[in-house]
């Protein structure tokens, strides 16, 4: 049974720094970190492509940094100078093999 499993996030200050990790069975293809802020939608914030392209919102761009580690099969997203709007709970999504996976769910909250 394939899992991905989140860890990491919490509560920081605004500026601060937080790194969120998920990690899988198997290798993960195009993964994506999303997040939804409380009576908001969800929202992708980073993707990395296969060929190590990557994609960010732009609200992130400059601040946020998602990177992998294939021999572990993890997915990470380094979050830089945060602020109360990235607070949210924040998901990572991949696919393993010709499946959609989602993880837990991590709760990432910045107070001013």
Known sequence: QVHLVQSGGGKVQ?????????????R????????????????MVATMLENGN??????????????RDNA???VYLQMNNL???????????AT??????WGQGTQVTVSS
Request: positive net charge; proline residues 5%.
């Open 72 to 74: 572990k099969n993890t």
């Open 14 to 26: 605004a500026g601060g720094s937080l790194t969120l990790s998920c990690s899988a069975s198997g």
């Open 28 to 43: 993960m293809n195009t993964p994506i970190w999303f997040r939804q802020a409380p009576g908001r939608e969800r929202e």
């Open 83 to 93: 602020e109360p709007e990235d607070t949210g709970v924040y998901y990572c999504r």
């Open 96 to 101: 393993i093999g010709t499946a959609g996976y």
């Open 54 to 67: 990557t994609n960010y919102a732009e609200s992130v761009k400059g601040r946020f940094t998602i990177a």
